[in-house]
């Protein structure tokens, strides 16, 4: 009697421990699905994401001519443009289509003549009226810059604010000025390959009151590096 009991408990006790190591292996399988959906859920999400654009920079230098608005009636030495100009630039692109740069410039001399008259805050020492000058000037910009690009060419559109000096040699003596201007450029690139391209550019300044600091243009050409 007590033998057939114990072997008809032995069974029960089996099954029970097996019915109680199921829902253990269950949880595992469970726990081991959703590790899967999720690494799967979190590939394609990354799929999914569209691709940043890197950030590029670059560093450049432009060599070139200028011209500057100077008035040349009646000046028979009167020479609009100048030699020796060069400008320097860097920057960066963090999107596909926009960037910013900066750019700092110095000029050669330019000879013409100016109107004193329309000149405020000069010593009477200079002289009033119409009078012969050499000016020279240099400066530093921060622009905005739209770009495109189609295969090896890039093609940008530069606007920004820039802080110029300019010297003014009069025969009664020189004047130095300052002055923030506005500024503004066209420009062509052609690739070489993935780090080096060739510039051609034209840089405008804007003039106050075109007397001792006229309008400027600089054209340049020039090299630039990617990185």
């Known amino acids: 009697m007590h033998a057939s009991q114990s072997e008809s408990i032995l ?14 292996s269950a949880c595992g399988r469970l726990r081991a699905r959703v590790v899967q959906a999720v690494v799967g859920a979190a590939v394609l999400f990354a799929g999914a994401l569209p691709v940043a654009h890197a950030a590029d ?9 200028s011209r500057q608005a100077l008035n040349c009636q009646g000046y028979a030495a009167c020479d609009r ?11 960066v692109e963090p999107t596909e289509h926009l960037g910013v740069e900066l750019m700092a410039w110095r000029l050669g001399e330019a000879q013409g003549r100016v109107n004193l008259a329309q000149a405020s805050g000069l010593p009477s020492a200079l002289g009033t009226g119409w009078a012969a000058a050499r000016t020279r000037s240099q400066g530093v910009a921060l622009s905005g810059v739209a770009r495109t690009q189609l295969d090896a060419w890039t093609f940008k559109a530069r606007f920004g604010l820039g802080h110029v000096e300019a010297t003014t040699k009069l025969d009664t003596g ?28 034209w840089d405008g300044v804007g003039a106050r009151n075109g007397v001792l600091q006229p309008r400027t243009d600089l054209f340049t050409v020039g090299l630039s590096r990617r990185f």
Do not use: E, I
């Open 81 to 91: 443009s100048s030699t020796g100009n060069f400008k320097l630039f860097a920057g």
């Open 57 to 65: 920079t670059y560093v450049g230098l432009g060599l070139g001519g």
């Open 174 to 201: 020189s004047v130095r000025s300052s002055r923030w201007a506005p500024v503004w450029g066209l420009g062509a690139s052609y690739a070489l390959d993935k780090s080096w391209a060739v510039h051609a550019d």
């Open 11 to 24: 069974p029960a006790r089996r099954a029970r421990r097996a019915q109680a190591r199921l829902p253990a």
